[in-house]
């Protein structure tokens, strides 16, 4: 005869079965020494599944976006045994005798940085021995920034366009920062010459073994000039590349960040998303703005923000930067022309003229003003656009951002970070 075990739902292992308020057991105690690991529960290792376990299984469905029920039931077990449940979350304890002062200096950053942890006080308000506090984590990269510009605390990295693939499909070095250990190198292409590459499957070892050649530390590829209707290729050209150089994965990979709409291509381009990111380390998303008409570009802008969360149900977040450029678009609403600006222009134009700014979920600011007589429309991000971006990141679990005129902030720009995450440090992989 066939001898049955009975187990005891007290006995049962973590991810048998949903836990909620009023459960006992040993999984109850796995649930509470996982939460704890990644900073969201700090009561005892009892078993039992009390209040604070309850509201630690609710921050938790908060932070990356659940249905907030306390019950801990597949999504929760999922998230907590993916890596990113751990990641970009510094919890401290305050030791006696310390000031926040102090502790934000060791950390490079403001004392507006630090997130009360529930059941610990505001760190804002009053601090004191055994307190624990929440830091996020993010990496901060910059893009082309000019050499020499002092800055509060370590980039993450730099980014610098300094390969290029030429029309005969050979690598051309630009030569721009050289071999600096803490620069990512891009590998770009134009438009066509992306066509002609990722056409000719032949010519890959070739190309693929010039890359392999570089000398000068970390490199990526800049893939926003790829045609969209080739993303097959992409795809295939990516999985190449990475079996060829015995690589687990590229460093970088910076794509054109395409709405989520009816469009074939765009919709595509979310298909192919999580291969993407299951061959490199992290990408890094540029968004593409529908620059028809000033309208246009707020209800892309808006669409973009919504497509973020999307990422977070990917699995990608955790991976993923967002691109932000400090730049200014300025249209002829007569001719309905548009130009790129920099940000001390779009700033100028702002002081120049004294007309409300109007702003909403598109994270940018607007104005319209007259010029000689025509109608033109600014659009811009400024210093508080760019705090709700940074706030967006990290409520959207993202990995970091790179900023592309981030020099153009002066002074604002190292206190905006500073006053939001403090800035991960690159391990060298």
């Not at 910059?142 to 510009?149: E, L, Q, S, V």
């Not at 030429?166 to 690598?171: E, T």
């Not at 291509?265 to 979310?270: A, D, G, M, V």
Request: charged residues 20%.
């Amino acid at each position: 005869k066939m001898a049955l075990s009975i187990v005891k739902a007290n006995e049962l292992p973590l991810g048998r079965r949903n836990l909620f308020y009023g459960c006992n057991g040993n999984d109850v105690k796995e649930l509470q020494y996982s939460l704890k690991l990644a900073g969201f529960y700090f009561g005892e290792m009892d078993g039992r599944f009390g209040m604070l376990t309850g509201e630690a299984v609710a921050l938790f469905q908060q932070t990356f976006h659940l249905k907030i029920d306390g019950v801990a039931g597949r999504q929760v077990f999922n998230i907590l045994n993916h890596d990113i449940a751990k990641k970009g979350r510094i919890i401290y304890t305050v030791k006696k005798n310390e000031a926040l002062d102090n502790i934000s200096k060791r950390f490079t950053v403001n004392k507006t940085a630090w997130q009360r942890i529930p059941g610990q006080g505001n760190p804002q308000l009053k601090i004191y021995p055994g307190m624990k506090m929440l830091l996020y984590e993010k990496s901060f990269y910059g893009w082309d920034m000019p050499d020499g510009i002092p800055l509060p605390f370590s980039l993450t990295g730099m980014l610098s366009s300094d390969y290029r693939i030429g029309a005969d499909g050979r690598l051309e070095y630009l030569g721009v920062h050289g071999a600096n250990l803490n620069i990512c190198h891009l590998i770009s292409a134009e438009k066509e010459v992306w066509t002609k590459v990722l056409g000719a499957k032949k010519s890959w070892r070739k190309l693929v073994h010039e890359i392999g050649d570089i000398q000068v530390g970390k490199y990526g590829l800049d893939l926003r000039q790829a045609p969209a209707n080739k993303l097959i290729h992409w795809r295939e050209f990516l999985k190449f590349l990475c079996w060829e150089l015995t690589l687990p994965n590229i460093k970088l990979l910076v794509l054109p960040f395409l709405v989520a709409n009816r469009k074939l291509e765009n919709q595509l381009f979310w298909l192919n998303l999580p291969l993407f990111g299951s061959l490199t380390k992290n990408i890094l998303l540029e968004p593409v703005y529908d620059l028809s008409t000033p309208l246009a570009f707020e209800v892309s802008a808006v669409q973009m923000v919504k497509d973020l969360r999307r990422l977070t149900k990917m699995g990608l977040a955790g991976k993923t930067l967002l691109v932000a450029e400090i730049a200014g678009w300025d249209w002829d609403i007569e001719q309905n022309q548009w130009e790129k600006l920099p940000f001390k222009v779009a700033r100028l134009i702002r002081a120049q003229y004294n007309q409300p700014v109007q702003s909403g979920a598109a994270i940018v600011s607007k104005f319209y003003y007259l010029k000689h007589n025509v109608r033109h429309c600014l659009i811009y991000q400024d210093e508080e656009d760019l705090w709700e971006l940074f706030s967006k990141i990290i409520k959207l679990n993202l990995a970091g951002v790179v900023i592309r005129g981030f020099e153009d902030l002066g002074e604002a720009g190292p206190a905006l970070v500073a006053g939001s995450f403090t800035v991960l440090q690159d391990d060298g992989n």
